[in-house]
């Protein structure tokens, strides 16, 4: 069974950075892509970034890109997202996610099979 436990969220000031982990186990984690998903209050969860096995590819939402960074140690078993310039707009509970198959990283939510708990990330004013 594969279980993802994300880690490193909190509280902030805008213009802050954060960096999350994502611990995986359970099953092979290099030959799999990873992807991170929030939800903000009163929104439908939503891509955020997308990292192939290798870390060749990766994608992001539009409104985070040169700001946030997805990457991976796959001797760790860990994904990252590392968050600079961080504005209220960005607070919401943030998700790992892993699919099910092999392949580039997905966009949407059916995509992939596995979630971990989430972890809050407040951006404040």
């Known amino acids: 069974q594969v279980q993802l436990a994300e880690s490193g969220g909190g509280l902030v000031q805008a213009g802050g950075s954060l960096r999350l982990s994502c611990a995986a186990s359970?099953?092979?984690?290099?030959?799999?892509?990873m992807g991170w998903f929030r939800q903000a209050p009163g929104s439908e969860r939503e891509f955020v970034a997308g990292?192939?096995?290798?870390?060749?590819?990766?994608y992001y939402l539009d409104s985070v890109k040169g700001r946030f960074t997805i990457s991976r140690d796959n001797a760790k078993s860990t994904v990252y997202l590392q968050m600079n310039s961080l504005k209220p707009e960005d607070t919401a509970v943030y998700y790992c996610?892993?699919?099910?198959?092999?392949?580039?990283?997905?966009?949407?939510?059916?995509?992939?099979?596995?979630w971990g708990q989430g972890t809050l990330v407040t951006v404040s004013s």
């Open positions: 996610a892993a699919p099910l198959s092999t392949g580039l990283p997905g966009r949407r939510e059916r995509e992939y099979d596995y």
């Open positions: 359970g099953r092979t984690f290099s030959i799999y892509s």
């Open positions: 990292i192939s096995r290798s870390g060749a590819v990766k």
